[in-house]
């Protein structure tokens, strides 16, 4: 029996992860180095009664840690602590988000490890208010477990089990090895109630599994071999086959009376909720490992208790990304600990790590983590909080807008919700709230505050007494207008809510505008704008939507109408296949008479009972290595008859474009008709042209439904927009740097000029090119080089005074500049050497010149920018800090190009410094010059070579 259930056990390690597995017993004492903190930021949210909300986002030497807790008080009488599984029964995995709107709770993590094969189900226990869902594992063998008792009392311990059925006719005792959960071979004796589902196992795998099943502790059925049989609601089935059955189950008959005895030790009587782990991590304040050890950095998730016991501390934290690298088990328990745990448990991992909330007053439940496979991975179960806190009285408002910043006169709406002292959501009568301003000029309409002058504006609203407030900093005039839409196509006499346009000032600061905000002009008479809509007109043509506010000028092509063209009249299906998603997906396509034009349409026939989650059969087009359908032109839309068959599936369609990027575009979402119907799916406005069709197919998404049916489609047409011709439109705007100008150098003032040496440069162009660049180095103080400079290079060089940017951290001053010099060769400061960061840091506080130049080796943004995107972010939020502190801060990098951008008061000066490979490359070769005029700098940015004057053999 040991030797089953350990061979058992150890088939289900091996289908889940790459660890080792140690015995329960603890190991020798474990010490961990905790990384340095380079920074940190908490954020701490109530969402319930008892239940605190906390995202850590901490960045240390070893990479980011996003770190997610939820702290629960234990001692909160409205609070408590639940298995989540799929109400539909344990195998049919879900996300954790779904589980935690499925049981309506506050919030959930994933948890226990499981086993896919030969059915989903978890490795160790669950227990709900004393009942099991899910068995121990033999105590031999156990894994540990979580449990809390009816008083709260929370521990980690490893659960014993006796599971037995006895026939009272007979009085042979069979044990029960496991409880809602199988194996491969079905050679233990397994226990499947309704927690397992509506339908046993049947014959889906063996052809001699033996089933009893029990109702009302009676044995009413013995089968052998046949389908499955559904699960009494007031019962169980029994199932195994090979020795077990011998021994067992072939003494079983229909009418037998059947004693079922299932405990625990500790006893179900106490446990209110269990839930299995991998391993100890932490235990009595001690970092352990005792069974599990998932080895490597890795996505996170675990369970921890304080030593007063009074609160428990669910912990998430992300790996397997660009700048969430994850962390080892035993660091893991460091973290727990960290948090102020003293014992912890390490629950599934990996690709499974994650944190669903929903606060009471939300409908949907977030997904606070980034999982580590880019979307939930459906897990067996999961550790849900729970509120049953009464709602009280109006305790407290909260203030909140869509934005930060705003600009000078434009308008912000602002939002108040109300809550009572558990955080419940408490309706408010709006007609009653009282908003006021102050800190800068403005109006209040309501809800909306316009601004009338620059600064940083309070804004309070008042609630029959109860006040809250926010802040929104007011910019200064619009210098720019952006938006993501460049183009959009409309049907006649048709309606289009605008999007919101984003705005920059004349430092680069950045803001949203609401369409209503701002003045539209349109050429052509294409339609009207209306309070953020545009109103399209009853003539097909193309024309101009023409966005201005303050300098700021934004030109959108819109195109009214379309004209179709037939790409696909399904008369042959040469070109077509038929493909099934996953492959227990049934079906086949051929021709029809049933049609809506033409000679013949294309059936499509499916069958979605096969397989779990979603589910889709293709229609392919293309043969061989011509994959796709090639669609002419630039359309905007694509339609095709769909004659339904009342499934409620949804139709999509797959196209691939020139760059080879892969869009998912809708024809519709709900077939629910069954007559003839023309479907139509916008083309993405981001797509690259020329583009292919790649399949067309309907899609189940929902595990409970297995439509089954057929469709007839015919008259696939392209729509293409009328063409815009010539038409002169206002000048769009761009953001003018006003410190990117030519200057004259005053006295007592002095000048610098950035650079990177060309190696073997006069070896390409086959003359002395690099005295032109040396003489033109040497027309400024001081030169600094964005790259290593060579003996010879250098001969020329007659500056005051040389900076190496490239050799590493330093820091360089001249009268009012601080030059700041940071190595990033490994795409990032801390991936090139972390030290840089503490250096970094303690300068930018500290400097009190009025000008600071850092240099950096590579591009800190974009495709060759950092590869760590937040370690990115971070730097400029420290150099905004210094800006904002009255610093002119100018950041010069390495890159491709030459180029300036200003963002948020910061300037990156991109300088191009590619070794060149051909001789015409000289021309992309540049110099960014600056002038200092005390606090005064400015900068200009000019190739070496102009092309007229360089002849290249």
Do not use: C
Request: no cysteine; charged share 25%; net charge neutral.
């Amino acid at each position: 029996m040991k030797k089953n259930i350990k061979k058992v056990f150890v088939s289900i390690l091996a289908a889940t992860t790459v660890f080792t597995s140690t015995g329960p017993a603890l190991a020798a004492k474990i010490t961990v180095n905790m990384p340095y903190s380079i920074y940190e930021n908490v954020e701490k949210h109530n969402i319930s009664s008892g239940v605190v909300y906390e995202k850590i986002m901490r960045f240390t030497t070893s990479g980011w840690w996003n770190i997610n807790v939820l702290r629960i008080d234990l001692l909160d009488p409205y609070t408590e602590i639940k298995g989540l599984f799929n109400p539909n029964g344990i195998p049919n995995r879900d996300k954790v988000s779904s589980l935690v709107e499925k049981h309506d709770a506050v919030a959930g993590i994933n948890g226990d490890y499981f086993n896919y094969a030969p059915l989903p189900s978890s490795l160790g226990t669950l227990i709900n208010d004393g009942t099991i869902i899910s068995s121990p594992i033999e105590k031999d063998y156990a894994l540990p477990t979580f449990f809390i008792d009816f008083l709260n009392n929370a521990k980690i311990d490893y659960l014993d089990r006796s599971m037995v059925a006895t026939n009272l006719s007979s009085g042979k005792k069979v044990v029960i090895n496991a409880i809602n959960k199988v194996t491969t071979n079905f050679e233990v004796l397994t226990l499947l109630d309704k927690n397992w589902g509506t339908k046993s196992i049947g014959n889906k795998f063996h052809s001699d599994l033996v089933e009893v099943v029990v109702e009302d502790d009676v044995v009413t059925d013995v089968r052998i071999g046949k389908e499955a049989v559904n699960i009494p609601q007031n019962g169980y089935v029994l199932a195994v086959r090979g020795e077990e059955r011998k021994q067992g189950l072939d003494q079983f008959a229909v009418g037998d009376p059947i004693d079922l005895k299932l405990a625990t030790s500790p006893s179900t009587d106490e446990i209110k909720f269990a839930i299995g782990g991998g391993s100890i991590i932490l235990k009595d304040g001690e970092l352990s490992l005792t069974n599990i050890n998932s080895q490597g950095n890795a996505p996170r998730t675990g369970i921890g208790i304080s030593q007063d016991g009074k609160e428990l501390i669910l912990v998430t934290i992300d790996g397997r990304d660009k700048s969430f690298k994850g962390v080892s088990q035993e660091m893991f328990g460091a973290i727990l600990r960290d948090l102020g745990a003293y014992n912890g448990l390490n629950l599934d991992g990996g690709g499974s790590t994650t944190m669903a909330i929903k606060p009471i007053d939300e409908q949907k439940a977030t997904v606070v983590n980034k999982p580590s496979e880019g979307t939930e991975r459906l897990v067996v179960n999961g550790v849900g909080v729970f509120s049953n806190a009464p709602v009280g009285e109006l305790s407290y408002i909260k203030v909140s807008t869509d934005d930060s910043n705003m600009f000078l006169n434009t308008s912000r709406d602002f939002t108040v919700k109300g809550y009572d002292e558990y955080h419940n959501p408490v309706a408010i009568d709006k007609s009653k709230l009282i908003f006021t301003h102050e800190g800068v000029e403005g109006t209040i309409d309501g809800n909306n505050f316009k601004a009338l002058s620059e600064g940083v504006a309070k804004i309070s609203a008042n609630y029959d007494g109860i006040t809250a407030s926010t802040e929104v900093k007011v910019l200064g005039p619009v210098r720019d207008l952006t938006t993501d839409l460049s183009n959009f196509n409309m049907d006649l006499n048709s309606e289009r809510t605008l999007p919101v346009f984003n705005g920059k000032d004349k430092n680069g600061y950045q803001a949203k505008i609401y369409p209503k905000d701002i003045e539209f002009t349109t050429i052509n008479n294409i339609g009207t704008v209306n309070n953020g809509v545009f109103h399209s007109g009853d003539k097909s043509q193309a024309g101009v939507l023409t966005a201005k506010l303050g300098d700021g000028v934004k030109n959108i092509i819109v195109t009214v109408g379309s004209s179709g063209k037939l790409v696909e009249s399904f008369e042959s299906i040469n070109n077509i296949h038929f493909s099934p998603y996953p492959d227990a997906v049934k079906g086949s396509v051929s021709l029809s008479q049933d049609v809506k034009e033409g000679k013949s349409s294309l059936s499509l026939k499916y069958d979605f009972s096969g397989g779990t989650g979603t589910r889709a059969a293709y229609i392919n087009f293309g043969t061989g290595d011509k994959k796709g359908l090639t669609i002419a032109g630039v359309p905007k839309k694509l339609g095709i008859w769909v004659k339904g068959d009342g499934s409620g599936t949804w139709l999509r369609g797959t196209l691939k474009d020139s760059k080879g990027k892969e869009h998912t575009i809708d024809f519709t979402k709900n077939i629910d008709f069954s007559d003839w119907r023309f479907v139509e799916a916008t083309i993405p406005s981001n797509i690259s042209y020329p583009i292919i069709l790649e399949r067309i197919y309907p899609v189940e998404t929902d595990s409970l439904k297995a439509p089954a049916g057929e469709l007839l489609l015919d008259g696939l047409t392209a729509f293409y927009p009328p063409t815009l011709g010539n038409v002169v439109m206002p000048t769009p705007s761009s953001l003018k740097d006003d410190k990117n100008v030519k200057s004259n150098v005053e006295d007592n003032g002095f000048t610098f000029a950035v650079a990177a040496e060309p190696k073997k440069l006069d070896e390409l162009v086959k003359y002395d090119a690099s005295s032109k660049i040396k003489a033109r180095i040497n027309k400024s103080k001081i030169a600094v080089f964005l790259n290593s400079v060579s003996k010879e290079f250098s001969n020329g060089l007659n500056n005051y005074a040389r900076i190496d940017a490239s050799s590493g951290y330093k820091k360089d001053k001249h009268k009012e500049v601080v030059f700041i010099s940071v190595n990033t060769d490994k795409k990032g400061i801390r991936a090139t050497n972390a030290s840089q960061w503490n250096n970094l840091k303690n300068d930018l506080s500290k400097i009190q010149e009025d000008n600071i130049v850092l240099f950096f080796t590579t591009p800190i943004f974009g495709d060759n920018g950092f590869e760590d995107k937040l370690e990115a972010d971070l730097l400029h939020s420290y150099l905004v800090e210094a800006h904002e502190r009255g610093k002119n801060v100018f950041v010069v990098h390495g890159g491709s190009y030459n180029a300036s951008d200003l963002k948020d008061g910061i300037r990156y000066i991109s300088l191009n410094t590619k070794t060149p490979t051909k001789a015409d490359e000289i021309y992309d070769l540049g110099i960014v010059e600056f002038v200092v005029n005390g606090k005064n700098m400015t900068y200009t940015i000019s190739p070496l070579f102009e092309k007229p004057g360089v002849k290249v053999k």
